[in-house]
């Protein structure tokens, strides 16, 4: 590698920071609602345009805008996803901008997070903690849900084909859930923390929300089910209880488990965000698909498939009996 390459390697991760602010602050005042427009049509965002214009340049050499003639706008498929209701903007905006990246960075507590968490593992609190907070919780719930709506029908058509009653642990809103009952026309339960089911929305009746805690099987109904789905649960619990959960799993005589996470060697965004999940999960672990596919196997799942769902970012492995 050249000394000049080395340096555009070195600055495209120490810059990009720069280029994702400008996304998720676009994100949180929903400027992509307004396009097509002239930067001093943006007036009721700001009364500057020429900041307005440095600002939209920054998106454009990302690919996220382009310039016609004076004109900014988006392509079909970023207005898609970035306009409207329900498009990724409520997650960038509402769950990345306002909660995880204050955490990570200085916003809540002015120093360096990643570096205290290296210093002091000890000093995180996970999710539990985090989700004492009813308001917390509710506004991490609501992004993550608008986030997960495309993820959950992919992840429900990777499904093996339930034959009954499927448990989705750590659910959240039940953006999976709602998609697992309509394609496999199934009954689906969410358990997850009182604060979170609390405020979900109404869905459909084949889903149904429970509190209680997704490491703790006492706190899982008294039902037989024939199989679990774990989206991001691994990242957001210890390492160590990961394999007690699987094999309470199959003491419960479950078919099948479907483990949806970033996993260690699995794209370019995997790490980066078990890095984030690292920096407030106590005694998080990073796992390949193959290292969780072996405590599949070795809770008593003989057969382990497994393959990405959000390109460069997450994968769904399945372990079911023989």
């Known amino acids: 590698m050249s000394m000049s390459k080395a340096a555009r390697t070195i600055n495209a991760t120490a810059f990009s920071y720069i280029s994702s602010w400008a996304l998720l602050t676009a994100a949180e005042l929903r400027v992509f609602d307004h396009l097509p427009a002239r930067s001093q049509d943006l007036s009721a965002i700001s009364p500057d345009p020429d900041l307005v214009d ?9 690919g996220i805008v382009f310039n016609n003639e004076g004109v900014w706008n988006q392509t079909d498929d970023m207005a898609t996803l970035l306009s409207g209701d329900n498009s990724y903007v409520d997650y960038l905006g509402g769950q990345v901008m306002q909660q995880m990246t204050p ?3 200085l916003g809540h507590t002015g120093e360096n997070v990643l570096a205290s968490v290296l210093a002091n593992p000890a000093s995180r609190r996970g999710y539990q903690g985090w989700f004492a907070d009813p308001d917390e919780a509710r506004a991490y719930q609501s992004s ?15 499904l093996p084909d339930p034959t009954g009653r499927v448990l989705d642990l750590g659910g959240g809103w039940g ?3 709602q998609a697992v009952a309509k394609r496999h026309n199934v ?11 609390s405020s979900a929305p109404a869905g459909s009746e084949r889903v149904k929300f429970l509190a209680g805690n997704a490491l703790d099987p006492a706190t899982w109904p008294e039902q037989a089910y024939d199989g679990v789905v774990l989206s991001y649960l ?3 619990i210890p390492g160590s209880a990961q394999e007690p959960l699987l094999a309470a799993l199959a003491d419960r005589g479950v078919q099948w488990i479907a483990i949806h996470d970033f996993m260690a060697g699995s794209g370019r965004w995997a790490s980066a965000w078990s890095l984030q999940h690292a920096v ?8 390949s698909a193959d ?18 769902l959000i390109d460069e970012m997450t994968t769904l492995v399945v372990g079911t009996r023989g």
């Open 234 to 236: 691994f990242s957001s």
């Open 291 to 308: 290292a969780i596919g072996a405590m599949l196997n070795a809770a008593g799942f003989d057969t382990v498939s497994s393959a990405p």
């Open 280 to 287: 407030f999960v106590p005694e998080h672990r990073s796992r």
């Open 175 to 177: 953006a999976i859930a």
């Open 54 to 62: 440095t600002w939209m340049l920054t998106l454009a050499d990302a």
């Open 103 to 105: 955490r990570l960075t």
């Open 144 to 158: 993550q849900h608008a986030g997960s709506l495309g993820p959950a029908k992919a992840l429900a058509r990777a």
């Open 187 to 197: 009954d689906v339960d969410v358990v997850d923390f009182a604060t979170v089911v």
